[in-house]
Structures are given as structure tokens and as C-alpha cells.
């Protein structure tokens, strides 16, 4: 996993949590790196769940929860930091429809190591239906993408969840 989504995950900690929890969870979670990364940066998916567990634990927090609120928070950071991805797009939908596409076949060329899930979509009259793939199971991540979206576009959207597969690697949203 990229160090941009950890550095992000740490500065979501210290923002909504403090520092003091941002310190407690990097010395209470097993970490081969140590707890330092860089944004071009490599790291084991691993240590993300361990540091999503861990966070839960302290905070006494479901961890779909500590998920989706990082998806915002990194809506916002791709919002920032690449916003030539973000001109022209006026719905969520269009947004969205780009993901598979384009936006992360585009992130792949930068990060040839970047480990992506696939999007399945399919535009209905008012509504759209995403499915998610990754074996690295972050669906409720995407979601909080998702949401995110519709928020940047003042779109106001309702979204079912259905688990395709148990172990969370196939997710349906059906997006209204
Ligand atoms: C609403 C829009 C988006 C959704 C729903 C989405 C979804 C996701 C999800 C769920 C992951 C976690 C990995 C996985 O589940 O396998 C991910 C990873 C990632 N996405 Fe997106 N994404 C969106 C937009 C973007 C944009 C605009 C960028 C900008 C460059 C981007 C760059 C990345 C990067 C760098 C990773 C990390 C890959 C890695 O760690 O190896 N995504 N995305």
C-alpha cells in the first residue's frame, strides 16, 4: 500500500484525535516500518489493518466507521493534490464512472507498485450501480470516497450496501 494513504491515515489521527493518540497508536501497533513513511513509499496492506484495529481499540470505535471517515479524509487530499482529475466533473457520478477507467489506470502508471481494487459500473436513468473489487477488502473505504463526492458536487445521494462476497472482496453500492 502507496505512503500516501498511511501518511494521510496519520494526519486524520492527529487532526481528529490529537497527538497524543497519534504517539499511543504507532508505539502500541507492530509495525515492520516503524511507523515512518514516505508518500512514493511501499508498505505491507498489513500494517494498515493493524493500525485500523489498533485505533478502534483505543478509541472504542467500529472500525467501518474509522474507514469511512478516512475515506473523506482522503477525498479531500486527492481533491488537493490532483485536481486535474476533478475538472470538468460537475456530478459524483461522472466522477465515479472515471475511477476504473481512468483515474487509477492513471495512478498506476505513477505508482506501477500501487494496489488497486476495480470499480464495475452501470448508469441507470437517476441512479447507478458500483461494484467493488479488491481482496484487500477496504469497501467501507470506498464508501466513505463515495460519500465524499457527493458532498464536493452538492449532490445529495443515497447508497445501499450488499455484500457479494462474505469476506468483504465484492461489494455493491447502488447509488441514488
Ligand atoms: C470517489 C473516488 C475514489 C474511490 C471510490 C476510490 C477507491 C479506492 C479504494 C477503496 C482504495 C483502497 C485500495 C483497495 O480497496 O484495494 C484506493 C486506493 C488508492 N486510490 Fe483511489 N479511489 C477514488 C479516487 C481516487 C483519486 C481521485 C485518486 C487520485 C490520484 C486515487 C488514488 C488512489 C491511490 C494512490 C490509492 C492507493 C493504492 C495503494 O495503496 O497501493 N483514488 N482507491
Given at each position: 500500500m502507496k505512503g500516501i494513504v498511511f501518511s494521510e491515515f496519520m494526519d486524520m489521527v492527529e487532526e481528529k484525535f490529537g497527538l497524543e493518540t497519534l504517539d499511543d497508536l504507532i508505539e502500541s501497533t507492530s509495525l515492520k516500518s516503524g511507523g515512518s513513511y514516505t508518500a512514493v513509499g511501499t508498505y505491507p496492506h498489513e500494517e494498515m489493518v493493524n493500525l485500523v484495529i489498533r485505533l478502534g481499540e483505543l478509541k472504542n470505535i467500529p472500525i467501518s466507521d474509522l474507514l469511512n471517515a478516512f475515506g473523506h479524509h482522503l477525498f479531500d487530499t486527492f481533491y488537493k493534490n490532483y485536481p486535474g482529475f476533478f475538472t470538468?466533473?460537475?456530478?459524483p457520478f461522472d466522477l465515479l464512472e472515471q475511477i476504473d477507467n481512468h483515474i487509477h489506470v492513471e495512478v498506476k502508471k505513477l505508482y506501477p507498485d500501487a494496489e488497486l481494487p476495480r470499480f464495475e459500473t452501470h448508469r441507470h436513468e437517476d441512479s447507478m450501480t458500483m461494484i467493488y473489487r479488491s481482496d484487500r477488502k477496504m469497501a467501507d473505504l470506498a464508501l466513505g470516497l463515495i460519500e465524499a463526492s457527493a458532498k464536493k458536487f452538492n449532490t445529495p445521494l443515497n447508497i445501499e450496501t450488499t455484500l457479494l462476497k462474505e469476506d468483504g472482496s465484492e461489494v455493491q453500492f447502488k447509488i441514488s
Open positions: 470538468g466533473v460537475s456530478h
